[in-house]
């Protein structure tokens, strides 16, 4: 069952490791400038969810607002469409057999 997240089972030498790369890859002075750009990435991403569920919460509101559920319906009978008959084929001349 948690098979499929064995993957994030890191531990405390892999974490190093994974740092000691990063550190030769990215060099020690931009280290503080990458995590600076990703806090505010990650500050911008948490603002526009938040406006998301806002403007989400916002909409739900107003549309509960039109609907008034503390009044009971109008006892109105229900409106049913017209009804349509069927157009009657023509009456076709009966035709005496007898006369031919």
């Known amino acids: 069952m948690a098979s499929h997240l064995l ?4 531990s405390g030498g892999e974490f190093l490791l994974i740092g000691v790369v990063f550190l030769m890859f990215f060099g ?8 600076r750009s990703l806090g505010k990435a990650m500050r911008q991403f948490r603002e526009a969810a938040g406006d998301v569920q806002r403007e ?4 739900a509101n107003v549309n509960l607002k039109d609907i008034d559920l503390n009044t009971p ?5 229900p409106t049913l469409p017209p009804v349509v008959t069927p157009p ?5 001349n009966e035709v005496n057999p007898e006369k031919k």
């Open 7 to 10: 993957f994030l089972d890191f």
């Open 28 to 35: 020690s002075k931009s280290i503080p400038g990458i995590a």
């Open 56 to 59: 989400i919460h916002e909409s």
């Open 73 to 77: 319906p109008a006892n109105k009978a």
């Open 88 to 92: 009657t084929p023509p009456q076709q």
